[in-house]
């Protein structure tokens, strides 16, 4: 009897591994609920207002570069050094905004001025236009002694 049992058991188990029988061991559903219905696809995830990119990926993207008006003041007293502004660039590519991070005072609103007129193509994320933040370097050097 018992060889009989094993036997009818792996005949079951092997039917339904094969799935020529399906168990189903889910609960009923309320027969007074409507159906479900078919869900769209999965949004997007939201992108993200805007994005921080480096210096240098951006040095990529650059299609104009005004060159800053160097300060006569700093020129006589012969100030010279790196300005570092962190800066918004726009969708469109404009520079929105231009803040000082570093460098001396009277080389900045010239460094500002400067950067504000810069162009640049669109940074995508996903084939979209977003808007960036990053960090701009103007160098202002004396030339001769």
Do not use: C
Not at 98 to 105: K, T
Request: zero cysteines.
């Amino acid at each position: 009897m018992l060889r009989v049992g094993r036997t009818i058991l792996a005949v079951v188990t092997s039917v339904v591994m094969s799935g020529v029988i399906g168990l189903n061991f889910a609960q009923s559903q309320d027969q007074t609920s409507p159906p479900a219905a078919k869900s769209e696809a999965a949004p997007h995830p939201q992108l993200p207002q805007r994005v921080r990119v480096s210096q240098g990926v951006m040095q990529g993207l650059t299609l104009t570069k005004v060159p800053p008006h160097y300060p006569e003041k700093a020129r006589k007293k012969r100030i010279q050094g790196i300005v570092l502004l962190h800066v918004l660039i726009g969708k469109d590519g404009n520079v929105e905004t231009a803040e000082l991070v570093s460098g001396h005072p009277m080389l900045a609103p010239a460094a500002i001025d400067a950067v504000k007129q810069w162009k640049y193509k669109p940074y995508l994320l996903n084939g979209n236009p977003i808007v960036v933040e990053t960090e701009i370097q103007v160098n202002f050097t004396l030339s001769g002694n």
